[in-house]
């Protein structure tokens, strides 16, 4: 599988930017796909994940602000993030063919495929 992201950039505080990440791939390596982010000097940590059924889930720091989706048809994943705040800063990473599911999704030794990343920045 492959993943290569693209959309990251500059934004002031309160604004939005639009993620993508065109993937590549067969069968369950394309059900479960997430977003994660890393800060230098930190822990890769997930943002959203969305799986088969295109059920949305979203770590605390990202809920009602960001919003994760999948267009199969474009074979492509997005990450909308809006109300953004200098803490969103990071580079960001998206991340398909999981190991397992479910509560695994949440883990970053979890996935098999990796995007190189795409910078976002957050002035405030």
């Known amino acids: 599988m492959q993943l290569v992201e693209s959309g990251g950039g500059s934004a002031e505080a309160g604004g939005s930017l639009r993620l993508s990440c065109k993937f590549s791939g067969y069968g369950y390596s394309r059900y479960f796909m997430a977003w994660f982010r890393q800060v230098p000097g930190k822990e890769r940590e997930a943002v959203a994940y969305i799986d088969s059924y295109m059920s949305e889930k979203y770590a605390e720091s990202a809920r009602g602000r960001f919003y994760i989706s999948k267009d199969v048809a474009l074979d492509t994943l997005y990450l909308q993030m809006n109300s953004l705040k200098s803490e969103d800063t990071a580079m960001y990473y998206c991340?398909?063919?999981?190991?397992?599911?479910?509560?695994?999704?949440?883990?970053?030794?979890?996935?098999?495929?990796w995007g190189q990343g795409t910078q976002v920045t957050v002035s405030s």
């Open positions: 991340a398909g063919d999981p190991q397992s599911n479910g509560a695994s999704c949440w883990r970053e030794d979890n996935y098999r495929a």
